[in-house]
């Protein structure tokens, strides 16, 4: 059964970095992508960023890219997404996922399926 659970987040002021972690487990195939999504309270969960488990495959949005990078940890089952120059529109519960996703990972939420429980960031201005 894949696991993921995701590590870090916490607070800073605008223009501060964090570091998060996602460790996934109970994978057995090539091709799984880990995502991050973000979500205030009364807004849709938006999309960050995604990676292959293995490495390499980078996908951001728009509104983090030259901020945020993933890198993959030393553990190999892990990656970290690297938060740079944070905004206080960055704020809210960070939450990882994973899917198995052979033709590049993705941006929609349906194409993961297993989540973590979530990780709080705030950046104060």
């Known amino acids: 059964q894949v696991q993921v659970v995701e590590s870090g987040g916490g607070s800073v002021q605008t223009g501060g970095s964090l570091r998060l972690s996602c460790e996934a487990s109970?994978?057995?195939?090539?091709?799984?992508?880990l995502a991050w999504f973000r979500q205030v309270p009364g807004k849709e969960r938006e999309w960050v960023a995604a990676?292959?488990?293995?490495?390499?495959?980078?996908v951001y949005d728009d509104s983090v890219k030259g901020r945020f990078t993933i890198h993959q940890a030393n553990a190999k089952n892990t990656l970290y997404l690297q938060m740079n120059n944070l905004k206080p529109e960055d704020s809210g519960t960070y939450y990882c996922?994973?899917?198995?996703?052979?033709?590049?990972?993705?941006?929609?939420?349906?194409?993961?399926?297993?989540w973590g429980h979530g990780t709080q960031v705030t950046v104060s201005p």
């Open positions: 996922a994973a899917g198995r996703q052979e033709w590049g990972c993705t941006s929609v939420a349906v194409s993961y399926y297993v």
């Open positions: 109970g994978y057995e195939y090539f091709a799984w992508c």
């Open positions: 990676g292959k488990i293995e490495g390499g495959g980078t």
